[in-house]
């Protein structure tokens, strides 16, 4: 049974900084694109972050380039979102998710099969 499960959310001042991990097991998580997703009240889900299986190529929406940077520890089965320069229009629910790895397939391009519960961050202003 796969779980995936996101810790790291919390308050905090814009321009400040947090560090979002997302552990995962019941998956050969080498095999695995990592990605981050965020809604927020009223707003649709939308993509952050994702990463290869390696960690070799990453991809990020526009919004959050240059600010996010997703990492992962294949020995440790998690995946890292570190923020840096938070906007309060960055608040919102925080999920990470798991899909098998396609060679060729553009980061872009995964639907994603497994989701966590997500954890929320709030940037105040």
């Known amino acids: 049974q796969v779980q995936l499960v996101e810790s790291g959310g919390g308050l905090v001042q814009a321009g400040g900084s947090l560090r979002l991990s997302c552990a995962a097991s019941?998956?050969?998580?080498?095999?695995?694109?990592m990605g981050w997703f965020r809604q927020s009240p009223g707003k649709e889900r939308e993509f952050v972050a994702a990463?290869?299986?390696?960690?070799?190529?990453?991809s990020y929406a526009d919004s959050v380039k240059g600010r996010f940077t997703i990492s992962r520890d294949n020995a440790k089965n998690t995946v890292y979102l570190q923020m840096n320069s938070l906007k309060p229009e960055d608040t919102a629910v925080y999920y990470c998710?798991?899909?098998?790895?396609?060679?060729?397939?553009?980061?872009?391009?995964?639907?994603?099969?497994?989701w966590g519960r997500g954890t929320q961050v709030t940037v105040s202003s």
């Open positions: 998710a798991a899909d098998y790895r396609r060679v060729g397939k553009s980061l872009r391009e995964y639907k994603y099969d497994y």
């Open positions: 019941g998956l050969t998580f080498s095999s695995y694109v």
């Open positions: 990463i290869s299986w390696s960690g070799g190529r990453t």
